[in-house]
T-cell receptor, first 111, second 112 residues
């Protein structure tokens, strides 16, 4: 398996602004997944994008995937204080590969 | 909505003691995982389990650790002789057919 690397490490924005965070990886992937973790809680699955997809939407979330650059971005539009959390990407190489997480992006949304 | 449940939520133990952390994965899921997170650090993979056997494990998952699915519903992590550095939040997860992981709320293990 491989670990994705999220960027930036920390992000602080005002409520209502958009938040963008990125994930880079090194080898080919089967899919790329984004998860959220509120402090001290379990991770929550947000969105999965397959290697043959380029963009996916879910509510206020938009994920893009550029396999030529081996990178993905997660955009949260019209952010809310409740979006304050750490965000992680996972990049399993196959359907059966273990899922491992990078250090994450810590997002703070200021009311 | 189905969820992964973990018990206990907190466990305090003395160094050298055995602990068993329990998890009930979502019923129709086939892949199960244990992760741990030391305070302020990233979520670390420990082990994955499929078809009643370990499919992958990390370097952290040494001989002191074992996993078991003793019946059709429970999935347990045993640490035989706990060390101070085993203090962490331990998360169980199970995976659906769409390859999404569902996490429990975790067990906070404190080794004194």
């Amino acid at each position: 398996s491989q670990q994705g690397e999220e960027d930036p490490q920390a992000l602080s924005i005002q409520e209502g602004e958009n938040a963008t965070m990125n994930c880079s990886y090194k080898t080919s992937i089967n899919n790329l997944q984004w998860y959220r973790q509120n402090s001290g809680r379990g991770l929550v699955h947000l969105i999965l994008i397959r290697s043959n997809e380029r963009e996916k939407h879910s509510g206020r979330l938009r994920v893009t995937l550029d396999t030529s650059k081996k990178s993905s971005s997660l955009l949260i539009t019209a952010s809310r204080a409740a979006d304050t959390a750490s965000y992680f990407c996972a990049t399993p190489k196959t359907s059966y590969d273990k899922v491992i997480f990078g250090p994450g992006t810590s997002l703070s949304v200021i009311p | 909505e189905p969820e992964v449940t973990q018990t206990p939520s907190h466990q305090v133990t003395q160094m050298g003691q055995e602990v068993i952390l329990r998890c009930v994965p979502i019923s129709n899921h086939l892949y199960f995982y244990w992760y741990r997170q030391i305070l302020g650090q990233k979520v670390e993979f420990l082990v994955s389990f499929y078809n009643n056997e370990i499919s992958e494990k990390s370097e952290i998952f040494d001989d002191q650790f074992s996993v078991e699915r003793p019946d059709g519903s429970n999935f347990t992590l045993k640490i035989r002789s706990t060390k101070l550095e085993d203090s962490a939040m331990y998360f169980c997860a199970s995976r659906d057919r769409a390859e999404k992981l569902f996490f429990g709320s975790g067990t906070q293990l404190s080794v004194l």
